[in-house]
C-alpha cells in the first residue's frame, strides 16, 4: 500500500482548483488540503471533491506538506514564498507555483531555496478569462505546455512531472528570463492589447448604443481576453516590466510603421503586412491549447433560428461523438452565424465534419 501524500494547495481558484482535480485523478491517496481567504468558498470547494480539507491557518496549512501549490496571483505569490521562509515546513517539502511570470518569483525563492528547501517555479500555459475554483476543469492543460523552471531542485523535475501527470500537458523547462521574454510576447502584450482595444473603441464610439450593437466577429474573437481578472493582469505586469516595456515600444514602432505606410498610400506594403501575418498564422499548429487555444476546432455556418444547436448537438450525440466546447462565435438576426465546436481527437472532428456537411447541409471549415 501506498503512503498517503499530502498536498497543500494555497488559492483554490481556476488554476489551483484544476490542479487539485488532476492530483485526485492521479492517486487516491493524495489528499488535499485547501488554504484560502474564504471559509464559505473551501467548504464548497471540499463538497465538491475538489479538495479535501481545508484552513484559513497559513502555517498549519503548510507544515505537514509533501508538495506545496501556490495558486494565488502573482504578487501574493511572492508575499507568500517570503512568509514560507519563516515557516516550519517538512524536511522533503518541494514548493512549487503557477504563477504567470517568472523572473521575480525565482528570484523571491532564491531565501527558500537558501534554507535548504527544494523550490520548482511552474507556469501551465493555458486557461481562460473566467476566475475561481467553479470554473476549474480536469482538462484544462490537456495538450497545453506547462513551464517548469528549475533554478536548484533540478533532480525533482520528474518527480514533479509524474505528479502532474494527469495534466496531460507537455513539459518544458525554461530559464526564467527566458520564460518571461517569450510569455511576454505570446500572452502578455496580446493582453495589453485586447484590453486597450475594447477601452479605445469604447471611447472612441462614445459608448454610443451601436458599440454594442455590432459589436461582433473579429472584435469579439480578439477581445475575449479582454474580460480576464484585472488583478491577476496587474500583477502579471507589475512583475514582468523589464521585457514589456521593450516589447510594447516594438509594438509602438509597428503601429508608426503602419501609420506611416497608410498616410503614404504604401498600397503593397500593407498587402505585405497582412500577407505575412496570415501565412503565419495559418502555420500554427491546429491541435494546441494554450496561447492560441483552439484543439480540434470546427467552424459550422448556421442560420439564426431556434434548435439549430439542439439538432447538431442530437446528430454528434447519435453517433457517439463528444465535444469538449461549443461556442457562438456571431449572431446576427436572421442570418447567419458560426459556431465553434471543439472535439477531443482529429477524427472525431473529421468524421463529425462529414456528418453536419451531409445530413444537415451546414457549410462547416476545420
Ligand atoms: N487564468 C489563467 O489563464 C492562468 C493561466 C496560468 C497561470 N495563471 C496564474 O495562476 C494564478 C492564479 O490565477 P487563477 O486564474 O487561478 O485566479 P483565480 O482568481 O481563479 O484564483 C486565485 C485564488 O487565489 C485566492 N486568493 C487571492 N488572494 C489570496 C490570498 N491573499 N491568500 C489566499 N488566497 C488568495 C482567491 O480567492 C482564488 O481562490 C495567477 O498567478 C496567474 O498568473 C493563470
Ligand atoms: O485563454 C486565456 O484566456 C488565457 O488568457 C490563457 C493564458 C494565455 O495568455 O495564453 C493567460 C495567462 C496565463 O499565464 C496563461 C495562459
Known sequence: MSTVK???????????????????????????????????????AVELGIIDYWTLDFEEAVRDA???????????????????????LKETVLVTDV???????????????????DFIGGHPMAGSHKTSYRASQLDLFENAYYILVA???????????DLLSETHAKF???????????????????????AGLVNFVSEESNQSE????LAAGGFRDITRIASSDPTMWTDILMTNRDALLT????????????????????????????????????????????????LYDLFVSVPDEVGVIAKITQLLHENQLSITNIRILET???????????????????????????????????
Open 99 to 117: 504563477a504567470s511570470t517568472k523572473g521575480t518569483i525565482m528570484q523571491t525563492a532564491e531565501t527558500l531555496i537558501a534554507q535548504g528547501i
Open 332 to 366: 446576427r438576426v436572421e442570418i447567419f452565424g458560426v459556431l465553434q465546436l471543439t472535439f477531443r481527437t482529429e477524427n472525431d472532428r473529421e468524421v463529425g465534419q462529414r456528418l453536419i456537411e451531409e445530413k444537415l447541409q451546414y457549410q462547416t471549415e476545420s
Open 6 to 44: 499530502q498536498v497543500t494547495v494555497v488559492g483554490v481558484g481556476l488554476i489551483g482548483g484544476s490542479i487539485c482535480q488532476t492530483l485526485h485523478a492521479k492517486n487516491q491517496n493524495i489528499k488535499i488540503t485547501g488554504f484560502g481567504l474564504d471559509q464559505a468558498d473551501l467548504e464548497c
Open 247 to 294: 516589447q510594447l515600444s516594438q509594438w509602438q514602432n509597428l503601429m508608426t510603421n503602419m501609420q506611416e505606410m497608410l498616410s503614404q498610400k504604401q498600397e503593397k506594403d500593407i498587402y505585405d503586412y497582412f500577407c505575412r501575418a496570415q501565412e503565419i498564422r495559418n502555420q500554427l499548429p491546429q491541435h494546441k491549447k494554450g496561447s492560441i487555444p483552439n
Open 210 to 213: 451601436l458599440f454594442s450593437l
Open 172 to 194: 518544458l523547462e525554461l530559464a526564467p528570463q527566458e520564460h518571461d521574454q517569450i510569455v511576454g510576447l505570446l500572452s502578455h502584450v496580446p493582453h495589453i492589447i485586447a
Open 66 to 88: 509533501d508538495y506545496i501549490f501556490l495558486c494565488t496571483p502573482v504578487q501574493i505569490t511572492l508575499a507568500y514564498l517570503e512568509h514560507l521562509s519563516k515557516c516550519k
Open 151 to 161: 533554478t536548484a531542485a533540478k533532480n525533482r523535475v520528474p518527480e514533479l512531472i
